[in-house]
């Protein structure tokens, strides 16, 4: 009886590691979201804060109002400063695509306006967008980058 019981408790231990081991060579199922390539900030809902135009960094000097989006899903509005006005205008998204009506901007006249301008142009040529980690891309007809943005913290 004893030989029957270490036969047993050794197979009882060898079926348990065959077990472990084919449990450890799996890899675990990813989200649809993940297979999907779900950006891991939402593009609605967040906000954005500029940190390239047309593939030139923006400088943020201290103390001075950053520029950024915010595109509201639910009224379907996008909004933000500009570099020198408040900004708002309708978008449409569906899938990676994404397009801005004409923005309506506040009329302040500020020393230069260059990088507004610039800004305001970069959100109607925008035809298309992607995030990846905790920035978005807006890119043209043609993929070229038009402007990336950086989520702010607490969105």
Same mark, same amino acid.
């Given at each position: ?5 270490? #036969?047993?408790?050794?197979? =009882?231990? %060898?079926?348990?590691? *065959? %077990? %472990? ?12 979201? *993940? ?11 967040? &906000?954005?804060? %500029?940190?390239? =135009? ?7 000097? +201290? ?5 950024? #989006? ?5 009224? /379907?509005?996008?909004?933000? $400063?500009?570099?020198? &006005? ?5 978008? !449409? ?7 801005? @009506?004409?923005? +309506? ?14 800004? #305001?142009?970069? #959100? &109607?040529?925008? !035809? ?5 980690? @905790?920035? =978005?891309? =807006? ?9 990336? $943005?950086? *989520?702010?913290?607490? /969105?």
């Amino acid at each position: 009886m004893k030989k029957s019981l270490s #036969l047993r408790t050794v197979s =009882l231990v %060898l079926s348990s590691t *065959a %077990l %472990l081991a084919m449990t450890a060579c799996t890899t675990p199922a990813s989200s649809p979201a *993940a297979e999907k390539g779900a950006p891991s900030v939402p593009l609605e809902g967040t &906000n954005w804060r %500029l940190a390239s =135009l047309g593939g030139q960094a923006v400088p943020m000097p +201290a103390g001075v109002r950053e520029v950024n #989006l915010v595109l509201d899903a639910a009224q /379907r509005r996008a909004s933000g $400063f500009a570099g020198c &006005n408040q900004f708002t205008s309708g978008y !449409t998204q569906s899938g990676t695509s994404l397009r801005f @009506d004409h923005p +309506a901007a506040t009329m302040m006249a500020c020393p230069s306006m260059a990088q507004e301008q610039a800004y #305001l142009k970069a #959100l &109607n040529a925008t !035809t298309g967008w992607r995030v990846s980690g @905790d920035r =978005l891309q =807006l890119v043209d007809a043609q993929g070229k980058p038009q402007a990336e $943005f950086v *989520a702010r913290p607490g /969105r």
